[in-house]
């Protein structure tokens, strides 16, 4: 490490660099990171010339990681300086011992002036490899000197503890988006240069460079060889020049396995690690060549991101790759897509899969990939696939079987998703009547059986509408087409997606309609059951029990419940098992029993463990956020059921619950404003209100925040409009839910000379309500954990042991790669509990996860 002295020349100097270079040498360590060809080495020459410090400045080289070398020129460099602590420092030797470390640690501190300002600038420090500098690099900044900064300049990522130190508020980061030239900067650059740019010439130019200095400086050397008379900048001339230039300078003396590897990556959008090496795996593009260290080599045009984990390319040279992709045959182009959407299935990138497999034109993949995901999609998503497929659909008039599928089977279940029922069953039945003419084969009774499951599905949405609950024949028939040619499917396509009310009734209801909902349902599922492996198994006995609970008769209600869970289990029906446990935690609150609640919630808890179930974590969110919600004790709800800009990703069929929680959470908090604004907000749909429980819960509801809010005789005509919808069919439970305010209520009802509600009905849901709401201040006494007087501070945040050990390792600075190696796991696994310790935390990214964990104290007794 030779001491570097400092250049001079005349340059434009970067008062914007300057700056953060200023705020930066606040921190003990600061790495400036970017490609060749930003300036990085000049910036902070210019930089440090102009401040009042002591610059101590190695130059490394690929030498440096011989350990004994690089501390002779360490040494050397410091005596560059001072001559006797040099020779001290090389004395003691590197500190490999905690001894050593401890004295040179002595000796720096007796020597450094304490307001004098130290910089230590290892420059290429992208060169340096060996651990134990590395080491000693993340040790020394354990403890740092308060008035010295190490800078590390890197064109790649400098292989410390980042995030570690970014957590503890020891490390600022100054990267290529900091280095590039802005437009004003641009502007400054080329005044200086006398070329007088117009500002759209400007505007252009920032465009095309995206403020790559060396880039830059083409065009001025380029603008200054122009003819008078012609324009100082032509931005296809400037192309032409910059292709050039790669050509002659990068790709033609690259390997022609690097070269034909850029040029299929040129075909993808996104460029992760993982998926990079997985096509470098591909012998027959790249033979026996490392493909990925060669381009890691021409980092000035392709530069790796360790926070994005993956690569960014600069625009020019994809444009170059762009205009090669020519020498690709069809079939290496769709090797190429095709693996980049089975990667992207693979890491749960399912819509960056979609248009791969449509640029591959796999339509089996595509249909595999929309059967992964439940049976009825959410709203956006049935969308995104919806153009995909009428796109292919404009390529391509008819074809073989996966297309024919995609096409008259796939394209309506994505209507259905999307709530367009009308186009959905104008289509459904157009294919049922094409495809019922036909020879009978596996593809034709295939899509004849999932039309038929269609109509079906739609008749058992709109039949709370229509009253026909004459559902059964339309699944038998896609059963008979079924057995016809069985084709087994499996995942979450095969499970059940539970409205948000199970019993399909709409407002007004006579009495007895609920009856006869549950009976007309109860053949269906036998039919769909066998057709869909499982699909809505027993659902009929889920709603005997939600009709039950809400009648108040809880032994039935249990009886139901349990039984509901038990058989879900066998068939994996999760979403029917969340609800039987939901009902099981409302009975349990009525019967005050603390043990069975507590039993409840590991049960729900264990189905986070169910890969296959998609929605486990916003199904557990709503459910415990019900629980926490009716016991007061909302800061232990899930944060996004208690803001209005956030909803989860359920198709809109099952927001109804969801709105319930979230106006509950606020009327919990004594929001009731806010409770009544989140009832009212649903979108034209109101699909609340298109469920008569539905519609009950809330009108009850609103009538409590309106008694809350003053406006007695606004409460006591909702409460007399709830008390319409419940009447015919005893529906009870709304009001007794709401205890003490329901108490209320009713009583200031009574005292109301006005109010149409039967006296004796009032009275027995005062008195069932009250008895209630002391079961439910016992419960919610237990659950709450008050903080003491004058703490602010949140509900504690639990963590798995699991989670302990991802997040001790993320504190490490560790690779999800290395992660999934350390604690035996899949890498998806490793990337669900990353997902999930960010959402507990309350963290946006890693950095933040373990400046919050550090701050809670989860890695107090963790050495980084």
Wanted: charged share 25%; proline share 4%.
């Amino acid at each position: 490490m030779a001491a570097r002295e400092f250049d001079s020349g005349a340059s434009l100097e970067r008062k914007r660099i300057n700056v953060i270079l200023e705020k930066a040498l606040k921190s003990p360590m600061v790495t400036v990171t970017a490609p060749e060809g930003y300036g990085k080495t000049h910036a902070v020459i210019a930089f440090l010339k102009k401040r009042n410090v002591t610059a101590i400045w190695s130059q490394l080289s690929e030498r440096d990681n011989m350990v004994s070398r690089s501390w002779e020129n360490f040494s050397g460099a410091i005596g560059f300086h001072d001559k006797k602590l040099g020779a001290l420092i090389a004395e003691i030797g590197f500190p490999e011992t905690n001894r050593q470390f401890d004295r040179y640690r002595a000796l720096i501190s007796k020597t450094i002036i304490p307001r004098k300002k130290y910089v230590i600038v290892l420059d290429d420090f992208h060169l340096i490899n060996n651990e134990q500098i590395l080491h000693l690099l993340n040790r020394a900044m354990v403890v740092p000197f308060s008035n010295a900064t190490i800078m590390l300049i890197s064109r790649i990522e400098p292989e410390i503890n980042t995030v570690a130190l970014l957590s503890r508020g020891l490390l600022t980061r100054i990267t290529t988006e900091d280095l590039r030239f802005s437009e004003q900067e641009i502007a400054d650059y080329f005044q200086m240069q006398d070329l007088p740019m117009t500002a759209e010439e400007l505007a252009q130019i920032y465009r095309d460079t995206e403020g790559w200095p060396l880039s830059l400086n083409t065009i001025a050397a380029d603008s200054k060889a122009r003819k008078p008379g012609e324009a100082l900048y032509s931005p296809e001339q400037m192309k032409m020049k910059f292709f050039k230039t790669i050509e002659d300078s990068y790709f033609s003396g690259m390997e022609k396995e690097l070269q034909k590897f850029l040029i299929k990556l040129s075909l993808i959008e996104h460029w992760p690690h993982e998926l990079l090496e997985k096509l470098a795996q591909d012998k027959k593009t790249t033979g026996n060549s490392d493909v990925i260290a060669g381009m890691e080599k021409i980092n000035s045009l392709i530069q790796y991101d360790a926070y994005i984990h993956g690569y960014r390319i600069h625009r020019l040279f994809l444009e170059f790759l762009l205009k090669k992709q020519r020498e690709l045959s069809a079939e290496e182009i769709r090797e190429v897509y095709i693996q980049a959407a089975q990667w992207c299935v693979a890491n749960k990138l399912r819509m960056d899969a979609a248009i791969n497999y449509e640029n591959a034109k796999d339509y089996r993949g595509l249909i595999a990939l929309i059967y992964s995901f439940p049976r009825i999609l959410p709203n956006e998503t049935a969308a995104f696939f919806l153009k995909i497929v009428e796109r292919l659909m404009l390529d391509k008039k008819d074809g073989d079987g996966p297309f024919l599928f995609l096409r008259y089977a796939i394209r309506p279940k994505l209507l259905l998703s999307m709530g367009r029922y009308e186009e959905a069953s104008t289509i459904s039945r157009g294919a049922i009547t094409k495809f019922e003419g036909l020879a009978q084969n596996p593809v034709n009774s295939r899509i004849l059986c999932a039309n038929y499951v269609v109509l079906g599905t739609i008749a058992v949405f709109t039949c709370r509408f229509t009253r026909n609950y004459n559902i059964a024949p339309l699944f038998e028939k896609a059963d008979f087409y079924y057995r016809r040619h069985p084709f087994p499917l499996d995942g979450p396509v095969t499970q059940s997606n539970i409205t948000s009310y199970v019993c399909q009734v709409a407002y007004p209801a006579e009495k007895g309609v609920f009856e006869k909902a549950i009976q007309g349902f109860a053949p269906v599922i036998p039919y769909a059951a066998h057709t869909l492996n499982g699909f809505l198994y027993d659902v009929d006995v889920l709603a005997r029990c939600e009709f039950a609970y809400f009648k108040g008769d809880l032994p039935e209600a249990e009886n139901f419940a349990r039984q509901a869970v038990f058989r879900a289990r066998e068939k994996n029906q999760h979403e029917i098992e969340n609800r039987g446990l939901f009902f099981l935690l409302r009975i349990s609150i009525h019967r005050g029993n603390l043990s069975e609640i507590q039993e409840l919630f590991r049960q729900l808890e264990a189905q986070l463990e169910a890969d296959e179930y998609l929605n486990r974590y916003i199904f557990y969110d709503v459910t415990t956020g019900w629980f926490y919600a009716q016991t007061g004790n909302t800061g232990k709800a899930a944060l996004w059921l208690k803001n209005d800009f956030e909803k989860s990703e359920l198709n809109d069929l099952f927001h109804c619950f969801e709105i319930m929680v979230k106006a509950k959470c606020s009327f919990a908090e004594k929001r009731c404003a806010a409770a009544l604004k989140t009832l009212e907000n649903q979108g034209d749909e109101n699909w609340l209100e298109s469920f008569l429980l539905g519609k009950l819960e809330k009108t009850t509801l609103r009538a409590a925040a309106l008694y809350h809010l003053g406006e007695k005789d606004a409460a006591l005509h909702e409460l007399a409009a709830a008390y319409e919808m419940a009447h015919p069919n005893s529906l009870d439970m709304p009001f007794i839910e709401m205890g003490e305010d329901m108490r209320l209520l009713a009583g200031a009802a009574l005292n109301s000379k006005n109010c149409p509600i039967p006296p004796t009905w009032l009275e027995r849901i005062r008195n069932r309500a009250s008895a209630y709401g002391k079961k439910l201040f016992l419960i919610a006494k237990e659950f709450r954990r008050p903080a003491p007087e004058g703490d602010t501070q949140p509900q504690p945040i639990i963590l798995s042991r699991r989670e302990k050990a991802v997040l001790r390792s993320l504190s490490r600075g560790l690779t999800r790669e290395k992660i999934a190696g350390e604690e035996n796991l899949s890498l998806n696994a490793v990337k669900e509990i990353i997902k999930n310790l960010y959402t507990k935390l309350g963290a946006l990214n890693r950095a933040d996860a373990i400046r919050i964990a550090t701050a809670l104290g989860f890695l107090k007794n963790f050495s980084h």
